[in-house]
């Protein structure tokens, strides 16, 4: 007779990230997982200085804007940017890393788009 296989069981809590912006908000989806929201309003973010603790990390960026956009991420602590999918209005781009405390760029990584102001910094703590 078979053993039945174990079962994992994802436990998620969450807990509140100061952050203190109408429309943005984070908090942690499991232990090691904090989200930070921010959207845009066409060529430039709600938020131009987010903060979060070091860990894994994912940045949710909902397109108000007409024109399609991402959220992409980079840092000396990176090997290499990482980049969200290209949206159009209404959706959502989304990027997930682990980081170490330090400062960080969030950008849009379409075409000229970071040049007329679709950048902001990440403070990790």
Known sequence: MRQPRPRRVVVAGLTAAAVAAAGLSAAALAATTRAVNNRANEFSFSKKRLTAPK??????????????????????????????????????SRV?????????????????????????????R
Request: glycine share 14%; net charge positive; aromatic share 6%.
């Open 55 to 92: 860990g894994r990390v994912t940045l949710n960026f909902r397109n108000a804007g007409a024109a399609d956009h991402n959220i992409a991420l980079r840092g000396a602590k990176l090997r290499r940017p990482v980049l969200g999918r290209v949206v159009g209005t209404g959706r959502t």
């Open 96 to 124: 997930s890393a682990v980081l170490k405390p330090g400062r960080y760029t969030f950008y849009c990584s379409v075409p000229g788009h970071e040049q007329v102001g679709m950048r902001g910094t990440l403070t990790v």
